[in-house]
């Protein structure tokens, strides 16, 4: 069984940054492919960025260039570096871990840009 834990949400203000956390617990963390989505009031999950077994990252357009996704695969920790916040940042924020047609997923950290 996998678990996610996010974490490192919080109050932010405009052009700040911000790193979220996602620890896994479980087997094969390597294994996973592990990503990043976000939830705004009123509106669909998105996707944010997302890191393959390998390495290799993807983005979003509206996060390319200011967002960063890695991987720890010593700690078992995928994060996502946030930088020059925007008020249109502001959004719950899930980790997901997925690994042939499984999906975990996080509980979910809140993330607000303080205009």
């Known amino acids: 069984q996998v678990k996610l834990v996010e974490s490192g949400g919080g109050l932010v203000q405009a052009g700040g940054s911000l790193r979220l956390s996602c620890g896994f617990s479980?087997?094969?963390?390597?294994?996973?492919?592990m990503g990043w989505s976000r939830q705004a009031p009123g509106k669909e999950r998105e996707f944010v960025a997302g890191?393959?077994?390998?390495?290799?990252?993807n983005y979003a357009d509206s996060v390319k260039g200011r967002f960063t996704i890695s991987r720890d695969n010593a700690t078992n920790t995928a994060y996502l570096q946030m930088n020059s916040l925007k008020a249109e940042d502001t959004a719950v924020y899930y980790c997901?871990?997925?690994?042939?047609?499984?999906?975990?997923w996080g509980q979910g950290t809140q993330v607000t840009e303080a205009s």
């Open positions: 997901n871990a997925q690994a042939f047609v499984v999906t975990y």
């Open positions: 890191i393959t077994v390998s390495g290799v990252a």
């Open positions: 479980g087997t094969s963390f390597s294994s996973y492919a």
